[in-house]
């Protein structure tokens, strides 16, 4: 006699519900930097397009601030914590893999028993985390999901390495992810480059560098087919794009990316995610905090298609279409 399973059912899509971020405090600028090591501020932002980032107190850990992106970003969907059952956390700067950040941050926000789980694909996370979420509430695993991007980098870089301390920072954002009759969160378009070593932790001295030259050349020449073959998976043209919401792994990437994308048809005043001028490379958590602020400040709105697309470390991407809340 055969045996056969129940399986879990969903909605026809998911969509992002709300977002938030949280930057610490503390404002570092390149004048600063300049006090502790070889560099100025015309060469950083020369070399990378960063004015300022954003360090967290040595007290405040990156479970601090997830806890308070996840929080903005449950506020942000009228939601309660009550009214979701799994958390994820995409990150590749916790002091030490166990415990897990997720379930921390579930327990501290209120969400009861809820599947919990850490994501490492660095700075491709927040999108592979999001991708995740969106399989999850479209089977019917999960009903509504709190998805996070959160780094304390500054615990991993050696603040005297000019090469890589003008870049990294600290910080941390969110989306809730639920279900929709229509859908909202487009296919991922994902992959991997093992060959291509981005960020690497080095045993010796415990600090993670960058082979910076390197992802560069990658970046601009690989990334923005990643993200026409988003935009191809959600069956819609890059004239269709609202805002451009790329990792800020720095801004001439990002600025190349964009000119790609307008040469194969998009917009001229299509949005470009700049965040890192004033935020800094935060992996993970660039994208999301990229988003709530373009919505703070009104240059992306509800209803509009952004197109993300994360890279780096090992080296992962990710990206796909999105409709904002």
Sequence with gaps: MSTSLNIATGP???????????????????????????????????????????????????????????????EDAGLQPSDLDTVIVANCTMPSPIPNAAAQVADRIGVKAAGAFDLNAACAGFCYA?????????????????????????????????????????????????????????????????????????????????????????????IAPIALRALELAGLQPSDVDALIPHQANLRIVEAIAKRLRKEGAREKMEVADDIVYTGNTSSASIPIALDNMRKAGRVNTGDVLLMVGFGAGLSYAGQVVISP
Excluded: C, H
């Excluded at 709300?18 to 070399?47: A, C, H, K, Y």
């Excluded at 969110?174 to 960020?199: C, L, R, Y």
């Design 12 to 74: 026809a899509g998911s969509r992002i519900l709300g977002v938030g971020s949280f930057r610490p405090e503390q404002i570092v600028t390149n004048d600063d930097l300049s006090q502790r090591m070889d560099t100025n501020d015309e060469w950083i932002r020369t070399r990378v397009g960063i004015v300022e980032r954003r360090f967290a107190r040595a007290d405040e850990s990156l479970v601090d601030m997830a806890v308070a992106a996840g929080i903005r970003a449950i």
């Design 130 to 222: 999001l991708a995740t979420a969106s399989d999850l509430v479209r089977s019917g695993s999960a009903g509504r999901v709190l998805v996070i991007g959160a780094e304390k980098l500054t615990d991993w870089v050696d603040p005297t390495d000019r090469a890589n301390a003008i870049i990294f920072a600290d910080g941390a954002g969110a989306a809730v992810v639920g279900p929709s009759d229509e859908p909202g969160i487009g296919p991922v378009a994902w992959g991997s480059a093992g060959d291509m070593v981005d960020m690497i932790y080095n045993r010796d001295n415990r600090y993670i560098y960058q082979e910076g030259q390197t992802v560069f050349r990658w970046a601009t020449t690989q």
